[in-house]
């Protein structure tokens, strides 16, 4: 099992968030963290960050992601405050070829966790069902990534349901996808991570996917870890391109499905107190992405 690089593209990334007081008072303490995008190993290299306002901290989780921590007091009534950040990022295409499968696997991502119910009884007895016969690791993710594919009907719901509701009636979105396979992996005992982060569209046609997207990545033995997105890959059209092979147009802002920093929430997390003094509501929160031409 061997692995190839191709192309890579840079792009110029922004991301506003603007935190608007509709008084009457304002808060004695208000807090705002923001997940940076960082260098990546192997997928991308981040060549320049600037953040507004410039007073804040970095702090860095348990995944190695890193924060924007804004102290933003005072805040007045009637009034707004906006954080900008702006990145050059490159992101880097890799794909492992297929191959023997054979080595052994770490021991980190593989436990249980909040939203990746892998010790589930129905996820566990689905992930025996589905790699009953396969000889290798690589042929279990395999009808791992084609179940998910094939199974859940996308429906975005801006939801964070995770992956046993996702063997559910409802629909699901890229966390669902991404959620299930992650859990179904782990299950059977192979390493697996989940990214949140944003996904240049271009031109494509609305549905296929949103900006704000969540995938992952699998262990391969004798190969590593490999990209999977099988929220993209449910059209049969797609399937082998999403398939360990991480694409150019994926940009990740953070690792694993549950960044303590964030407190459940994804990408960012505000905070302010007494919240009977004043109510503070988001006033912008979005993504500008621009592919770099060399």
Known sequence: MGVSAG???????????????????QPDKQNLWVALIRDVAPYQ???SRAITPGKYR?????YGNEYAEFNLVPHLPRTTISVEIQYQVT???????PGS??????????QPELHIESANPQIV??????????????????????????????????????AQAALGKMGADCTEYSSLMVALSRAAGIPARYYTGILY????????????????????????????????????????????????NHIIVSVGRNPSTLRGAS????????????????????????????
């Not at 970095?58 to 348990?62: K, S």
């Not at 499968?101 to 593989?110: A, K, M, N, Q």
């Not at 689905?126 to 790699?131: D, G, I, M, N, P």
Request: with cysteine; charged share 25%.
């Open 7 to 25: 192309s890579s593209q840079r792009y110029s990334v922004k991301q506003t968030i603007s935190l608007a007081n509709e008084g009457p008072g």
């Open 45 to 47: 290299v981040v060549t």
């Open 58 to 62: 970095v702090v860095v989780d348990e």
């Open 91 to 97: 992101v880097l295409e890799r794909t492992l070829e």
């Open 101 to 110: 499968c054979e080595g052994s696997l770490p021991d980190d991502f593989t």
């Open 125 to 162: 007895a689905l992930a025996e069902k589905l790699s009953r016969g396969e000889k290798t690791a690589c042929d279990t993710i395999r009808s791992f990534y084609d179940y998910v594919g094939d199974e859940l009907v996308y429906t975005f719901n801006g939801k964070d349901w995770g």
């Open 201 to 248: 569209l271009g031109d494509k046609p609305e549905g296929m996917a949103q900006t704000e997207h969540a995938w992952l990545d699998v262990y391969l033995p004798g190969g590593g870890w490999a990209a999977m997105d099988p929220t993209l890959g449910r059209s049969l059209i797609n399937r082998e391109r999403y398939f360990a092979h991480h694409t150019p």
């Open 267 to 294: 990408y960012w997390s505000h905070l302010y107190w007494p919240g009977d003094s004043t109510t503070i509501g988001v006033s912008m929160a979005e993504w500008t992405i621009t592919p770099i031409q060399d």
